[in-house]
Nanobody, 112 residues
Framework: QVQLVQSGGGLVQPGGSLTLSCAAS????????IHWYRQSPGKERELVAS????????DYADSMKGRFSIFRDNEKNTVYLQMNSMKPDDTAIYYC?????WGQGTQVTVSS
């Protein structure tokens, strides 16, 4: 069964850090371009970060550059999103995506 299972969300204080995980099963992530998206209430889903299938190229939305990092572990068949210096505006549901597969979404709340 092809699926992506996310973990690692939760509540974090402003300025804090959080790492999201996205574990793939039924396919090898090394052959796919991976994306992280997020969606806040009342807003459209936005692209947060991407990593190409070679793992050599990454791209970030402007507001995440320097704060977020996408990386993967091919042995664990898992993609990660490391988020640092978090802001209340980062509060959203985060989704990982590879091809036609989507994770179930993970709530991230940045609040004191």
């Amino acid at each position: 069964q092809v699926q992506l299972v996310q973990s690692g969300g939760g509540l974090v204080q402003p300025g804090g850090s959080l790492t999201l995980s996205c574990a793939a099963s039924g396919f090898k992530i090394r052959y796919y371009t991976i994306h992280w998206y997020r969606q806040s209430p009342g807003k459209e889903r936005e692209l947060v970060a991407s990593m190409n299938n070679a793992g050599r190229s990454t791209d970030y939305a402007d507001s995440m550059k320097g704060r977020f990092s996408i990386f993967r572990d091919n042995e664990k068949n898992t993609v990660y999103l490391q988020m640092n210096s978090m802001k209340p505006d980062d509060t959203a549901i985060y989704y990982c995506n590879a091809g036609n597969s989507w994770g179930q979404g993970t709530q991230v709340t940045v609040s004191s």
